[in-house]
């Protein structure tokens, strides 16, 4: 039952893939769907055996790598967190899969698309269920090539060739950084097993790297590595900037990247490793910090994007700087219930944006939208639900995660983090709110209550999306609804015993008892900037206020509006310091004068010049008459002779008799 959860999204892809001319678009889909399925019942399964019964399975099928000291098997390990990973995973594909059926039913590289979804689906079960460092490594990477293959899909379109570009080029930098953190592992503790490694922690604490007469504390270089690879896979700040970029991907690719598989793989990262974490209080600080200037940097660019698609994005980006900066707390718990939570809304968002983008002709600017209320109401509603629970509203199931890692950033102060760390994370995490509540009304407006700006042919075409696209939304909408409200005793309730051995937490990192007992100002305070997030949204996009308040009171703030609009210059500054100076660096230096220049004229041209000297001189030797090649034979008899007569003369050994013999032609 275990394997069959990684081996029935394997199989669909290869049918789907292979046999895609055989079984025909449906028949392919419907192959996709049912295996994905097939995984999301035996994941549930394997929750409660796993979850509720608290039997931990630990599955090795045979050697993989076996040099030396290397041995690495096949494992699989369903813990608790592979457990809740699993159901957020197929649960998602699978209603991915469903809506995908009727979004690309126009589309002729449907089994194309759907071999893709299922292979993504794949790697990511690799991913999360791997005993060690090795096997997740491969997840990792086929996770970045399913989403290339996926942003990429539509091959034709420039747009799309550049974001997948892009995306693997950014993830292979923190793919760099994961691949120094398991050589590090494996020089530290000679394997790369996880109960291996994770029982051994505390007997390196003390141990460092000596590197150049400098020394670094081991468990926390490793940590940062690892770290690096979370960055570049869960678009922390530094290298978010392809997040965006994928929306150039059809919408189901991005509601799978964003809610289930490709985003979470580092938050995943830095969860499991909690055993190593907990022994690196600088690399929780580190965490804390880039976690939620993510958090502020993506939450305030959100405000000016006007592509729908772009504004939910952006809105992932956020969310992933709250999981990340609740790691840092020592509250992967929390993280991954939020993880989780974010995983149910972010697909009922993404999903709710491609069912308005069919609806009308797949045109993706909100500024040309409106009025879509009277076309679409049940997809506002479903959309407007989406963005209460991103925004936090009480009693949905954004509220009981990402309102108690706000309310640990003013409890963890007093605990084992540095007083700025923590004042930070609360007071940028609390803003942070401020500017989601604020873009997702404002997408509200834009696209469904305000005046409409697009043309009567476009409005006479705009239609409610069938069945089998809206069962999906339905089924998201009651998850972003009441799965916060049930699950929250379960996983981060006090007391709770859910996650057994699977996350540790040393005993003085542990302060939740703080964070119930708060002050009721602080917890109602991310309650407080929703609702005035929500009114200035309302008042910015019905009064056309702010147009005033920019024009008059504050022209100073045009410079900070267009720094914000344009993304804070990051792929300016990309394009301009790296980019720009690596691709001049490739051409002249290393085109130019090395393979061109030396290279070529050392090796190809030279040794043919060399060749072609020698072949006229065999040319002019080779001439056809047999009293020349008389000559020729009775004159190397001669010099052999001569030789041979010298050495028992002169008692020369080999040596000598080359060096002579060159002498003597020298001479001659």
């Given at each position: ?7 029935l999204?394997v199989?669909?892809?290869?049918f ?5 001319r ?5 028949g392919?889909?419907i ?7 097939l995984?999301?019942i035996l994941s549930?399964?394997v ?5 509720f019964?608290?039997?931990t ?6 050697p993989?790598?076996e ?7 096949w494992?699989f390990?369903?813990?608790t967190?592979t457990?809740?990973?699993?159901i957020?995973?197929t ?7 469903l809506?995908s ?11 194309r698309f759907m ?6 689906t794949?790697?990511?079960?690799v ?12 997840g ?15 091959y034709?379109?420039l ?6 570009i892009?995306?693997?080029?950014v993830?292979?930098v923190?793919?760099?950084g994961?691949s ?14 996880y109960s ?9 604490d ?5 590197f ?9 270089l490793i940590g940062?590595?690892l770290?690096?690879?979370a960055?570049?896979?869960s678009?922390?700040?530094?290298l978010?900037?392809w997040?965006?970029d994928?929306?150039e991907?059809?919408?189901?690719v991005?509601?799978?990247i ?7 793989a580092?938050v ?14 600088f690399?929780l600080s ?5 976690g ?10 959100g ?6 698609k ?15 900066f609740?790691?840092?707390?020592s509250?992967?718990?929390v ?8 995983a ?8 709710s944006?491609?069912?308005v983008i069919?609806?009308v002709?797949?045109?993706q600017?909100?500024?040309k939208?409106g ?11 479903l ?14 199931t ?7 890692i ?13 007083f ?11 803003i942070s ?5 604020f873009?997702?009304?404002r997408l509200?407006?834009l696209t ?9 042919v476009s ?5 409610e999306?069938?069945f ?7 089924l ?17 309730g006090?007391?709770t015993?859910?996650w ?5 937490i040393?005993?003085?990192h ?10 009721i100002?602080?917890?109602w305070?991310?309650?407080l900037?929703s ?14 206020i702010?147009?005033y308040?920019?024009?008059k009171?504050?022209?100073w703030?045009?410079?900070?509006v ?7 210059y ?5 394009n301009?310091?790296i ?5 001049g660096f ?7 004068a090395l393979?061109r220049g ?8 030279g ?5 072609l000297?020698?072949?006229k001189l ?24 001569t030789i041979?007569?010298?050495?028992d003369?002169?008692f ?8 002579f013999?060159?002498?003597l032609?020298?001479?001659?």
């Amino acid at each position: 039952m275990y394997l069959s959860i990684i081996l029935l999204p394997v199989l669909g892809a290869l049918f789907s893939g292979f046999g895609g001319r055989l079984v025909g678009s449906k028949g392919s889909c419907i192959i996709t769907t049912v295996s994905v399925g097939l995984s999301a019942i035996l994941s549930g399964i394997v929750f409660v055996e796993v979850g509720f019964s608290g039997i931990t399975t630990h599955l090795i099928l045979s050697p993989w790598v076996e040099s030396g000291i290397i041995n690495i098997y096949w494992g699989f390990l369903f813990d608790t967190i592979t457990s809740v990973m699993l159901i957020v995973i197929t649960s998602i594909s699978t209603l991915v899969h469903l809506y995908s059926i009727a979004y690309m039913e126009t589309d002729p590289h449907r089994p194309r698309f759907m071999s893709y979804l299922s292979i993504f689906t794949f790697f990511m079960l690799v991913l999360v269920t791997a005993d060690n460092l090795l096997q997740m490594f491969l997840g990792w990477e086929g996770v970045g090539l399913a989403s290339y293959l996926l942003i990429n899909f539509w091959y034709t379109r420039l747009a799309a060739n550049q974001s997948a570009i892009k995306a693997l080029v950014v993830n292979r930098v923190g793919d760099f950084g994961l691949s120094l953190g398991i050589f590090c592992v494996f020089w530290f503790f000679q394997s790369l097993d996880y109960s291996i490694m994770f029982s051994t922690i505390p007997f390196f604490d003390d141990q460092y790297f000596k590197f150049l007469g400098f020394e670094c504390h081991g468990l926390s270089l490793i940590g940062f590595f690892l770290f690096i690879g979370a960055v570049g896979k869960s678009a922390q700040l530094g290298l978010h900037t392809w997040l965006p970029d994928a929306m150039e991907g059809p919408t189901p690719v991005s509601a799978l990247i964003h809610a289930a598989t490709m985003v979470t793989a580092g938050v995943f990262l830095l969860i499991r490793f909690s055993p190593l974490l907990e022994f690196s209080p600088f690399l929780l600080s580190m965490l804390v910090i880039f976690g939620s200037l993510t958090a502020f940097f993506a939450g305030m660019t959100g405000i000016f994007q006007n592509d729908l698609k772009k504004v939910i994005a952006y809105s992932t980006c956020s969310q992933l700087g709250y999981m990340i900066f609740s790691c840092g707390m020592s509250c992967y718990d929390v993280s991954l219930f939020h993880l989780t939570n974010h995983a149910f809304f972010k697909a009922l968002l993404f999903l709710s944006a491609g069912s308005v983008i069919h609806a009308v002709n797949n045109e993706q600017d909100m500024r040309k939208m409106g009025s879509l209320i009277n076309f679409l109401p049940m997809t506002y509603s479903l959309m407007l639900i989406g963005s209460l629970a991103l925004a936090g509203f009480p009693f949905l199931t954004g509220f009981y995660s990402k309102d108690f890692i706000l309310e640990l950033t003013h409890s963890s102060s007093f605990c084992n983090l540095d007083f700025i760390c923590s004042s930070l994370a609360s007071w940028l995490g609390s803003i942070s709110v401020l500017f989601t509540a604020f873009y997702s009304f404002r997408l509200i407006y834009l696209t469904f209550l305000n005046s409409n700006n697009s043309n009567r042919v476009s409005l006479s075409n705009i239609h409610e999306s069938s069945f089998m696209m809206g069962l999906p939304l339905i089924l998201l909408a009651f998850s972003s609804l009441f799965f916060g409200f049930l699950a929250h005793d379960l996983f981060i309730g006090m007391g709770t015993d859910f996650w057994k051995g699977s996350i540790f937490i040393l005993p003085n990192h542990n302060f939740y008892i703080e964070a119930e007992n708060l002050p009721i100002i602080i917890k109602w305070l991310p309650f407080l900037l929703s609702c005035l997030g929500i009114y200035l949204s309302t008042i910015t996009n019905i009064t056309q206020i702010y147009k005033y308040l920019l024009l008059k009171g504050f022209k100073w703030s045009f410079f900070w509006v267009y720094l914000i609009n344009k993304k804070w210059y990051f792929d300016t500054l990309y394009n301009r310091f790296i980019i720009y100076p690596a691709l001049g660096f490739g051409y002249k230096v290393s085109f130019k004068a090395l393979d061109r220049g030396f290279i070529e004229l050392a090796v190809p041209f030279g040794l043919s010049n060399l060749i072609l000297k020698w072949s006229k001189l065999i040319f002019k030797v080779q001439n056809g008459q047999m009293t020349h090649y008389i000559f020729y034979i009775t004159i190397s008899v001669c010099i052999i002779f001569t030789i041979l007569f010298v050495r028992d003369i002169l008692f020369l050994n080999i040596l000598h008799l080359a060096i002579f013999y060159f002498s003597l032609i020298f001479f001659i």
